[in-house]
């Protein structure tokens, strides 16, 4: 058990709709991190958040949005869906964003799109 | 280029031998992190070794060792007497400063342990 929750698990909805997935980082660690996992791209970083504030933007589109709230939980938001945003969507939490600290992972939350 | 390169897709070992994933990296940035994740069929990230570009030492995990080659910038994971549960696919991933500290990973390969 890596201690970052991720919730839900799966999740099964339409194209054009929009979901929210929650991630709660380990106990002190203040970087929360968002992966997305597909077959075609791979391990792709989206965005990252240090204690509240935006530190780092990777492959997000526009239709995606998150934030870090004051008690550190993160939402990662997905709208207007399109088949292509099934994939495995991971929240990672680490200490603080130094080289050095390594990033733990959730569970991961398996979305489809039909 | 490819910041990390993971040139085995699958590698095949027998139960209890020793096996080594093969990773290179590309940076040109004095200090970064290396890490090794593991992935079994059930999908989850799991966290096995990281090694600092300014240790002296290779790092060690109880049957996980990295076998760090900072000239040749490899980075490459060892496991010793393996098991059927380490049957899954396994990550490289580096941070450095010039990928703004996100984490990069290779393609990953997919080690099978035979009983």
């Known amino acids: 058990d890596s201690g970052v929750t991720q919730t839900p698990k799966h999740l099964i909805t339409a194209t054009g709709q929009r979901v929210t997935l929650r991630c709660s980082p380990r106990s002190g660690d203040l970087s929360v991190y968002w992966y997305q996992q597909s077959l075609d791209q791979g391990l792709q970083f989206l965005i990252q958040y240090y204690n509240g504030e935006e530190r780092a933007k990777g492959n997000i589109l526009e239709r995606f949005s998150a934030q870090q709230f004051p008690d550190l939980h993160s939402e990662l938001n997905l709208s207007s869906l399109e088949l292509g945003d099934s994939a495995l969507y991971f929240c990672?939490?680490?200490?603080?964003?130094?080289?050095?600290?390594?990033?733990?992972f959730g569970d991961g939350t398996r979305l489809s799109i039909l | 280029a490819q910041k990390i390169t993971q040139t085995q897709p699958g590698m095949f070992v027998q139960e209890k031998e020793a096996v080594t994933l093969d990773c290179t990296y590309d940076?040109?940035?004095?200090?970064?992190?290396l890490f090794w994740y593991k992935q079994p069929s059930s999908g989850e990230m799991i966290f096995l070794i990281y090694?600092?570009?300014?240790?002296?030492q290779n790092a060690t995990e109880g049957r996980y060792s990295l076998n760090f080659q900072k000239a040749r910038k490899s980075a490459n994971l060892v496991i010793s007497a393996s098991q059927l549960g380490d049957s899954a696919m396994y990550f490289c991933?580096?941070?450095?400063?010039?990928?703004?500290?996100?984490?990069?990973f290779g393609k990953g390969t997919l080690l099978t342990v035979n009983p």
């Open positions: 940076t040109s940035d004095p200090s970064y992190g």
């Open positions: 090694q600092g570009s300014y240790d002296q």
């Open positions: 991933a580096m941070r450095d400063p010039s990928s703004n500290y996100k984490l990069t």
């Open positions: 990672a939490s680490s200490v603080d964003d130094s080289n050095y600290q390594p990033q733990h």
